[in-house]
């Protein structure tokens, strides 16, 4: 069975443009994660989806921060315009609804110049 | 949801149990104790999770204190890919949220 699905692995831009990360989910889970994971840190909640619906999103940016998840599947996570404080790596989870084990893809890797 | 305190590293030397402490003192009753580690360059994975009774599966145990303040989590013989961060979450059943700290950063030595 495949795992939590994330593109890209790595991610290089300059300050103040644009950029996104998508995430398939493990088949089934209809509920979706994004995280922040900064260096030396704990992964830290930006927004979570039940279906298609955030029905978490009080630790997202809305300022420069959207994320999507269109038809309740794959999910994506744009900055616009990116801050050189936004290098870190970014995580995509995914579970069955309530339940306390989330599957995590490998992150992608964010580095803002 | 209630916090938890763990040392920040460990070391371990291959073949010994791993015993990774986390306190959880203002863990209230309903809520669940759970483990996660994160090998370097990957994404965090499940390991156990308990509420009042000890816990085993393939991985590993989980000992939570008669007064549920405090867990510990063992890893019987402890190999070189076992070095990791291990994140102990207190979370309420049926809810979503899992709030991870620092961690301890377990390193097995040969």
């Known amino acids: 069975e495949a795992g939590v699905v994330q593109s890209p692995r790595y991610k290089i831009i300059e300050k103040k443009q644009p950029v996104a990360f998508w995430c398939n989910p493990i088949?089934?889970?209809?509920?979706l994660y994004w995280y922040l994971q900064n260096l030396g840190q704990g992964p830290e909640l930006l927004i979570r989806?039940?279906?298609?619906?955030?029905?978490?999103d009080s630790q997202l940016p809305k300022d420069r921060f959207s994320a999507e998840r269109l038809k309740g599947v794959d999910s994506t996570l744009k900055i616009q315009p990116a801050e050189l404080g936004d290098s870190a790596v970014y995580l995509c989870?995914?579970?069955?609804?309530?339940?306390?084990?989330?599957?995590f893809g490998p992150g992608t890797r964010l580095t803002v110049l | 949801d209630a916090k938890t305190t763990q040392p920040p590293s460990m070391d371990c030397a291959e073949g010994r149990a791993a015993n990774l402490p986390c306190n959880h003192s203002?863990?209230?009753?309903?809520?669940?104790v759970y483990w996660y580690r994160q090998i370097h360059s990957q994404g965090p994975q499940y390991i156990i999770h308990?509420?009042?009774n000890n816990e085993t599966n393939e991985m590993a145990s989980l000992i939570i204190t008669e007064d549920r303040k405090s867990s510990t989590l063992i890893l019987p013989h402890a190999t070189l890919r076992d070095t990791a961060v291990y994140y102990c979450?207190?979370?309420?059943?049926?809810?979503?949220?899992?709030?991870f700290g620092a961690g301890t950063r377990l390193t097995v030595k040969p």
């Open positions: 989870a995914s579970s069955l609804v309530h339940s306390g084990e989330q599957f």
């Open positions: 989806y039940e279906n298609e619906e955030a029905v978490d």
């Open positions: 308990g509420l009042k």
């Open positions: 203002t863990i209230s009753g309903n809520e669940y």
């Open positions: 088949s089934g889970h209809n509920t």
């Open positions: 979450i207190v979370r309420l059943p049926n809810n979503n949220d899992m709030r």
